[in-house]
């Protein structure tokens, strides 16, 4: 089953990240398969990918790694920073603002909603912090992009 992101942050990238993933699971559990990625288990693919999600369902409630990571109950954090960065090349820090900037994209498209709120609702406590950011991020502030869409 693919778990893909919201339809504003689908890219070529993501899509093809997920279906290969997608793809290694369902390999992984033919009965003759005796394929095992840097040693990872079907099991150990399952877990992380639920982890994964839970982390990208709480990115944008909390503001400290720690407390996310808490929040998404991810007991082993050590062995959860290895899959993260075996499978996606990223620290947590790093796929953090990545899913926090996903949801600002997706919030930038609703007109009604000024920057202050979209920074709230991405996760950001303080809105300057969250234009810093995303300017950084993407290359233009999120006025730029948010008044395109009005």
């Known amino acids: 089953m693919l778990l893909l992101p919201s339809k504003a942050v689908w890219n ?5 990240t997920e279906i290969a993933r997608a793809i290694l699971l369902d390999f992984l559990h033919e009965e003759d398969s005796i394929f095992q990625p840097g040693g990872l288990r079907s099991e150990d693919l ?6 994964r999600d839970r982390v990208v369902k709480v990115a944008t409630t909390s503001s ?21 960065n075996q499978l996606y090349d990223l620290n947590v820090r790093d796929f953090i603002l990545e899913t926090k900037m996903a949801r600002a994209m997706t919030l930038l498209k609703d007109p009604t909603l000024s ?5 709230f609702q991405a996760g950001f406590s303080n809105s300057l912090y969250f234009s810093r950011v995303f ?5 233009s502030p999120p006025k730029t992009y948010h008044s395109k869409n009005e």
Do not use: M, W
Request: proline share 2%; glycine share 2%; no cysteine.
């Open 12 to 16: 070529e990238e993501v899509i093809s």
């Open 46 to 51: 399952i877990t992380f990918y639920q982890q």
């Open 64 to 84: 400290s790694i720690s407390k996310i990571l808490l929040n998404a109950e991810i007991r082993n954090i050590p062995l959860f920073r290895k899959r993260l």
């Open 115 to 119: 920057i202050k709120e979209i920074a």
């Open 135 to 139: 300017t950084q991020f993407f290359g």
